[in-house]
């Protein structure tokens, strides 16, 4: 299943939300939608989820528009948004119930999936407790429920880790897994980025409505990041070590702690790799040259400016 | 979640299960999902339950206050059981009609509103389970306050006194308007508007309630009041036909707000505006004829003037549906989507007849030709159809029948204004469109173009004014609308043959009018009406049922695909250009 973004724009009068977005991304796959506050992550997801239209573009699953098509668009998504609409009467198992039903399962069925949706996500205790008196976490968890109910193929989630302890980030970054384990297509937008780097095996990037980088994290690390932390051991200290390799090419700055070297160098892998064939030609005895790899902080730091739309 | 499963398993297969068990299942899975929610949530919620037992305490305090003001007359046992049931009546009229509509609209607000939107929108249920959904949960919260009424309406009857038959007439008409006054304010709380304005529709939804409330409870009390039955049974008839085609109008319009824009969702909405006046009138006739053969001919529900009334009222109709397609042609885009397109019928003669049922502003144009070119067709088939019937004496049965009457020109003439006024618009939007190079909302333009109207009559008014035309020329400043005609014509049926002149300036400036806004829509519309044609079959576009053939799994996912997309973002100018209605 592949759900393709095209030329995404949604206006808000002059405020341009979402301004010209394309991106694809597919089964067994869990894509990140970072950026700044204000840079349009909801509003796509919103229009993914069919609550919204854009002004212009389409989204196609399959190739089948879901702006066109919406209807079928919402058996084929599920969306988890920030935050749950705030129900004072009703339980968390008359919730998932009645979307059981909307969703068209019946009978025998609808009892077995509600049940089963329940334990999946943890819910079997809270099931007779009113949605109002939840806290953030269990919230989030009847929305992963409540979205899980129709078996979607895609999964659409905005900020699901909000607001959790950190023991609930763990259990939805290990339940997502599993979901992307089972063939699901998976979009998520978080500001955590540490937690969300942990889980995605790729990145979307927006600034003020724009998608400023796509791709797995590996491949935009070396686009955008221009340089490598390398982290260094020789085998026994020498004299004027870190002046020397200092004056290396490509090398900009080392610093010490205890054994090890960290050397900053300008430029990607080829570079580094340029770096050990000198280390290694000067006679330095290396028995440890590793890249640090770069976060998605460091990412989202390089190609982002902090504007907003 | 931490415990949770590493795989989730939604189907298995289940037992063998009995027919009693399968009943069972198939019946409580029968009810509309959103009744059930509707239901559940209002027996854990407190609105609905407050509501319940404030009706209790007040039917208990008013039904004893009533029969100790008449203990004297039930120990002498006079009739009073008229009396009794009216204050029952009255009770269910305000809750039925005033509390329990605004409950259910106040819901659907709230579920609808942008800061709580609730997810049920999202779901796979179509749209016309959900107003029905809304409609039956109102309905069953009715049924409870009938029920609730119920045995202070037998001791009603046992107090003597009670016309049974007024009394199920009048049970009959509660639950039309109980279902009527929930539709609308479902309708209004459907309405995508900015807080102030829904502010606004909210307090107008008020006002109609209220009145729809007094007019219901004064009603009930003029009904027993009434000497003849046929009085009663024909008023009846006719409230109980408003109320129905309300109803219908109210759903279709109402299921319209909660479509996925892109689907031609105001066909069903059109379709019911041409067919329930036209099914209202054949009705209405129908049963004057009856009335005519039960009662006779000169007795009040078939009185001359009744029938003219209904004569009018079908012409009127219309003529306001034609008003509400030109609200509709202004509402519509100009260009249809890929989706629309797609549905067009491929013949030609079906295109044709489809035309004004689709979406898209020539479309609702053709829509208001088409309803006041059936006001007029109405009153000819009218007049034919009792010509035939002979059935009821009609002394002025020569003025329907005749070429040319005063009401047949006035209708003419207030189509003629529609049509100028939805050409407006039309051009105004175009031009709008032009100049800003986007697409301007319909209720701007409707109120700019009334605004235009208003101020170059109030213009008009000024200058025959300081002219100082005798009073009644001062008619002619609000030419530009119906509005002179009418006062000719009056809200009565009476015929006033000495205003032909205004007739004679409304038809000069309609005409003028029409010819000017005509000119300049012409080619557009022409345009309009070679585009309306289905695309292709051998399309690149896929549909939905070509989706699903495909296999999944047809697809590597790889992050190839995601790493190619930026170069998509390149191509995105070349995106789709049809955009979702």
Same mark, same amino acid.
């Not at chain 1, 699901?160 to 959790?164: D, I, N, Q, R």
């Not at chain 2, 509103?113 to 997810?119: K, R």
């Given at each position: 299943m592949l759900v393709e973004i095209d030329g995404l724009k949604r206006y808000f009068g002059k405020v341009k939300? &979402?301004?010209?977005v394309s991106f694809s991304f597919a089964t067994q796959q869990i894509i990140g939608l970072v950026g700044p506050n204000g840079a349009g992550k909801t509003t796509l997801m919103r229009i993914l989820a069919t609550l919204d239209e854009p002004t212009a573009g389409d989204v196609r699953v399959d190739g089948v528009s879901i702006v066109q098509y919406p209807e079928q668009g919402r058996k084929l998504i599920g969306f988890v948004p920030d935050s749950l609409p705030n %129900?004072?009467?009703?339980?968390v198992h008359e919730y998932l119930d009645f979307f059981a039903r909307a969703c068209g399962l019946r009978g025998q069925l609808r009892r077995r999936v509600v049940e089963s949706i329940e334990e999946f996500t943890n819910l079997v205790n809270l099931r007779?407790?009113?949605? %109002?008196?939840?806290s953030k976490g269990m919230k989030q968890r009847v929305s992963v429920a409540r979205a899980l109910l129709h078996d979607p193929p895609i999964l659409v989630l905005d900020e699901?880790?909000?607001?959790?302890d950190p023991r609930a980030r763990i259990e939805l970054r290990e339940l997502l897994r599993a979901l992307c384990n089972q063939g699901k297509a998976i979009l998520v937008s978080s500001h955590i980025l540490a937690e969300l780097e942990q889980m995605i095996t790729g990145v979307v990037i927006l600034e003020q409505g724009k998608l400023v980088r796509a791709g797995s994290l590996q491949h935009i690390l070396q686009e955008s990041v221009t340089h490598r932390v390398v982290r260094l051991r020789l085998l026994e200290s020498m004299d004027g070590a870190i002046e020397k390799i200092s004056c290396?090419? %490509? &090398?900009e700055t080392v610093t010490r702690a205890d054994q090890l070297l960290r050397l900053w160098v300008q430029g990607g892998d080829g570079e580094c790799c340029a770096v050990l064939a000198e280390l290694v030609r000067q006679g330095f005895p290396v028995v440890e040259f590793q890249i640090e790899s770069a976060a998605l902080e460091q990412v989202f730091l390089a190609v982002t400016k902090g504007e907003v739309a | 979640m931490s415990s949770a499963p590493a795989t989730l398993q939604l189907a298995h297969a289940g037992r063998p299960r009995s027919f009693l068990r399968r009943l069972g299942e198939w019946l409580a899975d029968w009810p509309n999902p959103i009744v059930v929610k509707e239901l559940r949530q209002a027996v854990r919620g407190w609105t609905a339950l407050v509501m319940f037992l404030l009706y209790l305490v007040v039917q208990l305090v008013v039904v004893g206050i009533m029969l100790m003001s008449v203990a004297e007359q039930v120990w002498s046992e006079s009739p009073v059981g008229t009396e009794v049931f009216l204050a029952v009546q009255i009770q269910l009229a305000v809750t039925l009609v005033g509390l329990l509509p605004l409950y259910a609209g106040a819901r659907l607000f709230l579920e609808r509103?942008? !800061?709580?939107?609730?997810?049920m929108f999202i779901t796979p249920l179509r749209p016309v389970w959900l107003v029905l959904g809304k409609l039956l949960a109102a309905a069953v919260l009715g049924l409870l306050f009938f029920s609730a009424s119920a045995p202070v309406m037998t001791m009603a009857y046992f107090l003597r006194g009670l016309d049974l038959l007024y009394a199920g007439i009048l049970l009959g008409l509660d639950v039309l308007a109980m279902m009527t006054a929930v539709q609308a304010a479902l309708f209004v709380a459907a309405i995508p508007a900015p807080r102030a304005v829904a502010v606004l529709l909210g307090v107008g939804l008020i006002f109609g309630l209220i009145f729809g409330v007094g007019m219901l409870a004064s009603g009930s009390v003029a009904m027993f009041t009434a000497v003849a039955p046929e009085i009663v049974i024909g008023i009846s008839s006719w409230v109980a036909l408003t109320l129905v085609a309300g109803f219908v109008l109210l759903f279709t319009a109402t299921h319209a707000l909660l +479509?996925? $824009?892109? +689907? =031609?969702?105001?066909m069903p909405f059109k379709i019911m505006l041409l067919a329930v006046p036209v099914v209202y009138w054949i009705v209405a006739g129908a049963l004057l004829e009856l009335f005519s053969r039960l009662?006779?001919?000169? !007795?009040?529900?078939?009185d001359i003037d009744e029938y003219l009334m209904l004569v009018h009222f079908a012409e009127r109709t219309l003529t306001l549906a034609g008003w509400l397609a030109w609200g509709i042609a202004v509402s519509e885009r100009l260009d249809w989507n890929r989706r629309v397109l797609a549905q067009l019928p491929r013949s030609r003669w079906l295109r044709v007849l489809a035309f004004p049922f689709y979406t898209g502003a020539a479309n609702g144009l053709m829509l208001a030709l088409v309803l006041t070119g059936f006001s007029w067709l109405m009153r000819r088939s009218l007049g034919i159809w009792f010509s035939w019937s002979g059935s009821i004496s009609r002394p002025f049965y020569s003025d329907i029948h005749g070429t040319w009457s005063e009401w047949e020109y006035s209708a003419f003439l207030a189509d003629g204004y529609v049509i100028a006024y939805a050409l407006t618009a039309l051009t105004l939007r175009r031009y709008l469109e032009w100049q800003r190079g986007k697409s301007v909302p319909g209720w701007i333009l409707l109120l700019l173009e009334v605004g235009l109207i208003a101020f170059a009559s109030l213009l008009l008014a000024v200058v025959l004014a300081l002219l100082r035309v005798?009073?009644?020329?001062?008619?002619? @400043?609000?030419?530009?609308?119906?509005y002179p005609l009418f006062e000719a014509l009056g809200?009565? !049926?009476?015929?006033?043959?000495?205003?032909w002149d205004v007739y004679f300036s409304s038809t000069v400036v309609v005409l003028t009018w029409l010819a000017i806004v005509g000119t300049v829509t012409f080619f557009w519309f022409g345009k309009q009406v070679r585009r309306f044609v289905p695309p292709p079959? @051998? +399309?690149s576009s896929r549909t939905p049922a070509a989706a699903s053939a495909t =296999?999944?799994?047809?697809?590597? $996912?790889?992050l190839a695909s995601l790493a190619n997309t930026t170069a998509l973002a390149g191509h995105a100018s070349q995106g789709p250009d049809n955009l979702p209605g």
């Open positions: 939300a &979402v301004d010209d %129900h004072r009467d009703i339980s007779e407790k009113n949605i %109002h008196a939840l699901p880790a909000a607001g959790l290396l090419p %490509h &090398v | 509103s942008d !800061v709580n939107l609730d997810l +479509s996925p $824009p892109p +689907s =031609n969702r105001l009662f006779g001919p000169h !007795v009040p529900p078939v005798p009073e009644p020329m001062l008619t002619y @400043a609000f030419v530009l609308t119906p809200i009565d !049926v009476l015929f006033r043959h000495e205003r079959k @051998a +399309s =296999n999944p799994n047809d697809r590597e $996912p790889t």
